[in-house]
């Protein structure tokens, strides 16, 4: 029997039920194939209309805009008809919206503000990210500069997010003869490959276009040339990072735009410009950590304070103490394996940020440390998982370090080992907080060892005897509000906005107490979000942009108060979020869109 075709058989009269049964077949695969011919058919002839639909948009979406942006009175950018006359203080030199961001006000859209910006142009030039060449790195190791040539990796990766994905390898101006070549050459003197209190984290940024008077495809218009020179590697990146702020998609124009010409020296105001995130209470993805790192280096804060473990979870893995992972651990998926560490210390050693680790003791210890006993070591830990918590700890589940067993500190010093080896910080942070008296009172083995060092009253005195850390912290709050019900442990309120966190002048606190300022004495702050109520689909937004106003008063601790940043923070929220960054909405965009129509109090 062949396709299409009936064989005819004998007349009898099942052989004849046979034939209609194959016949009926037969038809049903021809009107099959004719069904499938039909929409084939249709398919191609809905496709070349989608195509052309698609070619109508883009059409569409090219026609010129009525809208323009003024730089008003050398403040701020706000939008205008281009139909209608241009208001006195009103100037079109740069009438996109990423033009006149650049050029608008004196320190253009740069977060931090530099401590000293020399000159930065009031014109632009457009080029393609493929036109950006490392002429020369100068640097004394071949360590210093591979980590050099790294970070230059990452402003191309920078420039490539700028680009809205619809427009990626269609950029106007790669066919053009005026795009200029970009030559970026950076000197760096120190060989130090670890950053330090004592690293010089200074730079100069130096830009300058030279225009040609013809142009041709073999000879651009144009030559735009970056010149970066500092101390330290380091000083060196945060220049690669201003050198990319001064750079923009613009959208009307289909092009990266940037100054042509900027002249800064900057450093920072503190040499430790910190963030704290735990991620023990509820785990934070490696990924989404480095995303973390990443949103540091453009804001340049200096130092992940990584709150590693505490009593709810152990996530670190230890070569010389599985066990406390492996009680620990919320999963075996839910953990920071040595491999894991290292990636990130690497990661975070390119983008300018050296990782602090903490480990949390004597409290704030309960998950992972329940294997004692049963190895034969005794109680590590004491008061784990008791109840009433709010007797024993300040939230649950609760624990405290038992300092009385020996082993106790066997496994720290392993644990302390496992983290030197793992962390090149100059700094280890101990924790040290939150020592509950309850638990070590109603401890036999911790009242018999009081009194063999005759204390016998068990007075706070003598509990302050075992407890010798203790660290007030400044922190942004859990992400919400209180998370355990009605109560005096509300530490997670009130939520603080980035206004006040700008405010927040390390300098100002030692003047309030009457105390003479004297700025070698201050290293500088962090931020801390507990993570009670964030993880990694959540904490992005809680960090930024907050942490950015943070970033503004350590690097550049200026004069003046939030409303003089207010422009530029709005923009580099924008710029965090085309960076991949998921920082939370501060306005509505058409605040972003009209600078200074949108103070949340009046003038």
């Known amino acids: 029997m062949g396709f299409g075709r009936v064989t005819t058989l004998p007349k009898t009269s099942s052989q004849s039920c046979i034939s209609v049964h194959t016949f009926t077949i037969i ?15 249709f398919f191609v002839v809905t496709d070349v209309i989608a195509q052309e639909s698609v070619k109508q948009l883009q059409k569409s979406t090219r026609q010129e805009s009525p809208w323009a942006w003024a730089c008003r009175n050398g403040r701020g950018c706000v939008k205008v008809a281009k139909d209608l006359p241009v208001e006195e203080g009103d100037n079109l030199d740069n009438p996109t919206l990423a033009g006149c961001k650049l050029t608008c006000n004196a320190e253009s859209t740069l977060w931090p503000k530099p401590r000293s910006i020399i000159s930065l142009s009031k014109t632009l030039v457009s080029f393609h990210p493929t036109d950006i060449r490392i002429s020369r790195i100068s640097a004394p190791t071949p360590k210093v500069k591979s980590l050099t040539n790294e970070a230059i990796q990452v402003l191309r990766s920078v420039i490539r997010k700028s680009i809205p994905n619809t427009q990626r390898g269609r950029n106007q101006t790669a066919k053009e003869p005026q795009r200029p070549h970009i030559n970026i050459q950076v000197s760096i003197v120190s060989g130090d490959e670890r950053l330090e209190m004592a690293t010089d984290e200074s730079y100069n940024l130096h830009v300058e276009t030279i225009f040609a008077t013809a142009a041709t495809p073999a000879s651009p218009r144009s030559t735009t040339s970056v010149s970066i020179t500092a101390t330290s590697f380091f000083g060196a990146r945060h220049g690669i990072e201003t050198l990319s702020q001064i750079m923009a998609w613009d959208d009307t124009l289909g092009a990266m735009i940037m100054l042509t010409d900027a002249n800064i020296s900057d450093s920072p105001a503190f040499v430790h410009r910190g963030l704290l995130v735990d991620t023990s209470r509820n ?215 980035w206004q006040k966190v700008y405010e927040n002048s390390p300098s100002k606190l030692i003047v309030n107490f009457n105390e003479t300022y004297n700025p070698r004495q201050i290293l500088g702050g962090e931020a801390a979000i507990w993570s009670e109520q964030v993880d990694s689909t959540t904490i992005e937004g809680k960090l930024w942009p907050r942490s950015s106003a943070l970033a503004e008063r350590l690097w550049t601790d200026p004069d003046t108060t939030w409303r003089a940043a207010e422009h530029r923070f709005n923009h580099h929220r924008e710029r965090l979020v085309q960076r991949g960054i998921q920082a939370d909405a501060l306005q509505p965009e058409w605040c972003h869109q009209n600078d200074g129509y949108c103070f949340l109090e009046s003038n």
């Open 283 to 497: 785990y934070v993805s490696v990924p989404v950590i480095k995303k973390i790192i990443d949103a540091m280096s453009y804001d340049k804060l200096n130092v992940f304070h990584w709150h590693l473990t505490d009593t709810h979870s152990f996530p670190f893995v230890s070569t010389r103490e599985p066990r406390l992972s492996l009680y620990g651990a919320y999963s075996s998926a839910k953990v920071y394996r040595p491999e894991d560490i290292k990636e990130l210390v690497h990661y975070a050693t390119v983008r300018g940020v050296k990782i602090v680790p903490e480990f949390d003791a004597p409290a704030h210890v309960g998950s992972g440390w329940e294997w004692g006993e049963r190895a034969g070591m005794g109680q590590l830990a004491l008061c784990v998982n008791k109840e009433p918590w709010t007797t024993y700890c300040v939230e649950p589940p609760c624990g405290i370090l038992n300092p009385v067993n020996d082993n106790i500190y066997s496994v720290l010093s392993n644990i302390y080992q496992d983290m030197r080896d793992l962390f090149v910080s100059d700094i280890f942070h101990m924790g040290g907080d939150e020592v509950n008296f309850a638990c070590w009172n109603e401890t036999a083995e911790i009242i018999d060892w009081l009194k063999t060092q005759g204390r016998t009253d068990k007075s706070k005195e003598d509990f302050l005897y075992l407890w010798t850390y203790f660290q007030n912290r400044s922190y942004f709050d859990c992400g919400y509000g209180q998370w355990v019900g009605d109560g005096p442990n509300n530490w997670c309120s009130p939520y603080i906005g």
């Open 27 to 41: 038809r049903v695969e021809e009107m099959a194939l004719k069904f499938l011919l039909l929409v084939g058919l």
